[in-house]
């Protein structure tokens, strides 16, 4: 079972909006990684925020990390059309598993 | 640096055929993640190396897959026989340590007939 879910499923915005996407999770953490995956490539890991972090930074990416509610969330400023991917969030389940959420898909229209 | 490279790109195979991916893992890098991805869905884990030692294998079905990592460097996964429920990309990914950001390859897109 996947401990992840992302949330919306799917979410078109023009260039220049940002995009939110929220991740649940149902057990505690040591950690959660944002990755992205474009069509037909490998993913590429964006963000990692500990347990202990309420939130990060990576230019134009803010996760944030609510571990009362057991939820992050990735916003994407300015978005480009380059940005269309999938998004993911892991986590590691409290030990050395990673578990992947089913991705929020992101079409970014120019 | 290289990144982690993995072999074949594309399979198409008949069912009760066996296959095999080959990954290279980022050098360096002691832990080695097999992952399967089925369309729309995220990525789940199948087996975890440290270094020659499978330490998670939990979520691999063991009566027709099967891994090793020889000499703690590249590794392989096969199938034997191939189920049509078995075709999914299948992602290898590597880190320093456990815990630590991982590094995915490219993936084998796996096709059963």
């Known amino acids: 079972s996947q401990q992840g879910e992302e949330d919306p499923q799917a979410l078109s915005i023009q260039e220049g909006e940002n995009a939110t996407m929220n991740c649940s999770y149902k057990t505690s953490i040591n950690n959660l990684q944002w990755y992205r995956q474009n069509s037909g490539r490998g993913l590429v890991h964006l963000i990692l925020?500990?347990?202990?972090?309420r939130e990060k930074h990576s230019g134009r990416l803010r996760v944030t990390l609510d571990t009362s509610k057991k939820s992050s969330s990735l916003l994407i400023t300015a978005s480009r059309a380059a940005d269309t991917a999938s998004y993911f969030c892991?986590?590691?389940?409290?030990?050395?598993?990673?578990?992947f959420g089913a991705g929020t898909r992101l079409f970014v229209k120019a | 640096e290289a990144g982690v490279v993995q072999s074949p790109r594309y399979k198409i195979i008949e069912k009760k055929q066996p296959v095999a991916f080959w990954c290279n893992p980022i050098?360096?890098?002691?832990?080695l993640y097999w992952y399967r991805q089925n369309l729309g869905q995220g990525p789940e884990l199948l087996i975890r190396?440290?270094?020659?030692?499978?330490?998670?294998d939990s979520q691999l079905p063991k009566d027709r897959f099967s891994a090793e990592r020889l000499k703690g460097v590249d590794s392989t996964l096969k199938i034997q026989p191939a189920e049509l429920g078995d075709s999914a990309v299948y992602l290898c990914?590597?880190?320093?340590?456990?815990?630590?950001?991982?590094?995915f390859g490219p993936g084998t897109r796996l096709l059963v007939l």
């Open positions: 050098s360096g890098h002691n832990t």
């Open positions: 190396y440290e270094n020659e030692e499978a330490v998670d």
């Open positions: 892991a986590t590691d389940g409290g030990g050395f598993k990673t578990i």
């Open positions: 925020i500990r347990s202990n972090e």
């Open positions: 990914a590597s880190s320093r340590l456990i815990q630590e950001t991982q590094y």
